[in-house]
């Protein structure tokens, strides 16, 4: 379910460590660029199946747009779940740095470094839209964990194909252009579109997107005006994406990496 790490155009520049995170975005198995290996998308848990493994180990709660779930520096005592809508994860650093981590959608874990040692939040995360959200106490997914193992093998499953999918988005980022990747970044907001179907048409500025694929505004503008005369996208009151046009595209721009049997 992961998208995308950042690259700078120019081969001069060379991203900070942080920077090497600059964009994973958690996307279904349905949105990765074919002929690559996918793995499966988790299966849903609803509440009522967390209630039953985790009792007073757990908390469910909805969040208005743009508000913040945990901050970065916050205690890292929880993993989190989405049972709907959008959560975004981003980080800052110094020199005013900011970053987008990931955009992830319904079924996926996130926070879940706590499991693994990490005593403070690395990152902030924030809704994007309405979301509904269950709170899994850190004890209570270990003490889970250790006693139920169909639980712990899909978790296992999910975090290994989070693994999978950012290595291949890594190589997409060090191999591909970067009009292929601010396609790739279009075709997740109109897979957020649809899943959190908001009430208004999605509003994203160029410069957003030039954060996310890790280039400059002028390029996103070339390219998005190219985009625009392909019916790949339109403007209605805010940004309209052909996810099908896009998906085409993209079939048909293999990525640059060869295959060696």
Same mark, same amino acid.
């Given at each position: 379910? *992961? ?6 155009? *120019? ?8 920077? =090497? ?49 945990f901050?970065?520096g ?8 989405? /049972? ?11 020199? %005013? #740095? ?7 959608? %319904?079924?996926?874990?996130?926070? +879940? ?5 990490? &005593? ?10 309405? &979301?509904?959200?269950?709170? !899994?106490? #850190? +004890?209570?997914? =270990?003490?889970? !964990? ?21 290595? +291949?988005?890594?190589a ?9 990747? !601010?396609?790739?970044?279009?075709? !997740?907001?109109? /897979? ?24 400059? %505004? ?11 005369k ?9 940004? *309209? ?11 048909n ?9």
């Amino acid at each position: 379910m *992961q998208l995308c790490m950042s690259f700078i155009d *120019q081969p001069n520049q060379f991203p900070e460590p942080y920077d =090497l995170f600059f964009w994973r975005a958690v996307l279904p198995g349905e949105l990765i660029v074919p002929k690559r290996s996918m793995a499966k998308q988790t299966v849903g848990f609803s509440a009522t199946v967390f209630r039953k493994k985790f009792r007073d180990g757990m908390s469910v709660r909805n969040y208005r747009d743009n508000e913040i779930i945990f901050a970065q520096g916050d205690k890292a005592d929880a993993v989190f779940y989405i /049972q709907s809508g959008t959560v975004k994860l981003t980080i800052a650093a110094t020199r %005013r #740095k900011k970053a987008i981590i990931a955009v992830l959608l %319904r079924n996926s874990f996130f926070g +879940e470094g706590c499991l693994g040692g990490q &005593s403070l939040r690395m990152y902030t995360a924030r809704s994007i839209g309405p &979301s509904n959200v269950t709170r !899994l106490q #850190k +004890e209570s997914t =270990l003490r889970t !964990l250790k006693r139920d193992p169909s639980f712990a093998a899909l978790l296992n499953a999910y975090l290994l194909s989070r693994v999978i999918r950012v290595e +291949e988005d890594l190589a997409d980022q060090f191999f591909n252009f970067s009009e292929k990747r !601010l396609a790739r970044v279009l075709l !997740l907001f109109g /897979q957020i579109t649809k899943e959190s179907k908001p009430e208004s048409p999605l509003k994203v500025s160029q410069g957003t997107l030039a954060e996310m694929v890790g280039t400059t %505004r002028a390029r996103v503008s070339k390219f998005m005006n190219a985009f625009k005369k392909k019916g790949f996208v339109y403007y209605n009151g805010g940004l *309209q994406i052909n996810s099908a046009l896009i998906s085409a595209f993209l079939h048909n721009r293999p990525m640059s990496v060869a295959r060696r049997t």
